[in-house]
């Protein structure tokens, strides 16, 4: 098969033609991310389209540019598409995005990255519920857990709780007023969060 050209211009916003049939739905939550994403980053992501300005990928970018009252907006021409294919690529350029999956570790360490530069993790685009899940629990004064030596007995634990905003708000200014007694010795342990946690379980059974 060979190779199709494509080519990149600029376009009016309102000279755009939405797919009326469009399959994908864009809630008003989630133009509102797209938003926030082109004011973080820039439009990074040119909208698809046919050689009659009809839009085969982006129409939530559409309804996300119009609401910033932009006036013209990158895109790329995809020529020579018939209307068959036209009509799979809507419905693939949104799909074939839903069959990858995270690694939910690797995850977790690189937002709490983002977190401790204190960079602003709603543009990424997860519901409340979804990063509520990824423990966020990271300061940027934390180190973590050393690596031991293999067969040494590893005498630290991680644990992996889930909250909601109001409890996570709470343990975390429990934690922040334990934290305000002073140092806590030789507990072995280098992580402020977890030595804070622990004097609180400490008052609360009775221990300190």
Not at 62 to 84: N, Q, R, T, W, Y
Not at 96 to 108: D, I, R, V
Not at 128 to 152: K, Q, R, T
Request: aromatic residues 6%; negative net charge; hydrophobic residues 40%.
């Amino acid at each position: 098969m060979a190779a199709k050209k494509y080519k990149m211009v600029d376009r009016k916003v309102a000279d755009l033609i939405p797919y009326i049939n469009n399959s994908r739905i864009h809630s008003d939550d989630q133009v509102l991310q797209i938003c926030s994403s082109i004011k973080e980053f820039g439009f990074t992501n040119p909208f698809l389209i046919d050689e009659e300005n009809g839009v085969i990928a982006g129409h939530g970018r559409i309804m996300a540019a119009k609401k910033l009252g932009m006036d013209k907006v990158p895109c790329i021409i995809l020529a020579g598409l018939s209307e068959a294919q036209k009509k799979a690529y809507v419905i693939a350029d949104n799909q074939l995005s839903l069959t990858s999956s995270w690694n939910m570790e690797t995850l977790a360490l690189e937002v709490e990255a983002l977190q401790a530069e204190d960079f602003d993790l709603n543009i990424l685009g997860f519901s409340d519920e979804e990063m509520n899940n990824l423990v966020i629990s990271f300061d940027a004064d934390e180190v973590p857990p050393p690596e031991l030596a293999s067969g040494e007995k590893d005498t630290l634990r991680q644990c992996t709780f889930t909250l909601t905003d109001e409890q996570y708000e709470t343990v975390m200014a429990a934690i922040a007023k334990a934290k305000e007694l002073g140092p806590f010795g030789e507990t072995g342990n280098e992580n402020g969060n977890g030595n804070g946690l622990a004097r609180v379980a400490e008052v609360f059974n009775g221990q300190g």
